[in-house]
């Protein structure tokens, strides 16, 4: 899984595997450790929502996803998912969470459980 963070907007990658958990096990996480502290970020599945929210307590950020896009979304060829979430005052926070692609240029990860590039070319 992986995060992006830029003013307010979050992004979540997730490898094929990771899609498939989330499906099947409505919750993944991930844990960075900085000594004695640590930040962790994480994805839930929700029955009582209809579109991706999050919501950051005790340093940890939390996307939430309704259960039953979640479910399905193994078994399709949806991209990803997105949600303009209101803040109150005007404010929102853009939420983003999609499928991750093979690189087409060169990269220094093990690509190998990410999701066929459908571009053949940068």
């Given at each position: 899984m992986?995060?992006?963070i830029r003013g307010n907007s979050i992004r979540i990658r997730l490898a094929r595997t990771e899609v498939?958990?989330?499906g099947k096990d409505g919750y993944i996480e991930e844990i960075t450790e900085?000594?004695?502290?640590?930040?962790?970020y994480a994805l839930r599945c929700k029955d009582d929502i209809s579109d991706?929210?999050?919501?950051?307590?005790?340093?940890?950020?939390?996307?939430?996803?309704p259960a039953h896009i979640a479910a399905e979304w193994p078994k399709n060829e949806t991209i990803?998912?997105?949600?303009?979430?209101?803040l109150g005052n005007g404010k929102q926070l853009f939420l983003l969470l999609e499928k991750d692609f093979k690189c087409l240029d060169s990269a220094f990860e093990d690509q190998s459980d990410n999701y066929?590039?459908?571009n053949k070319t940068c």
């Open positions: 992986k995060l992006r498939d958990n989330l900085f000594g004695n502290t640590v930040f962790t991706l929210t999050a919501a950051f307590s005790n340093g940890k950020i939390t996307m939430y996803i990803g998912y997105e949600n303009h979430m209101q066929e590039n459908p």
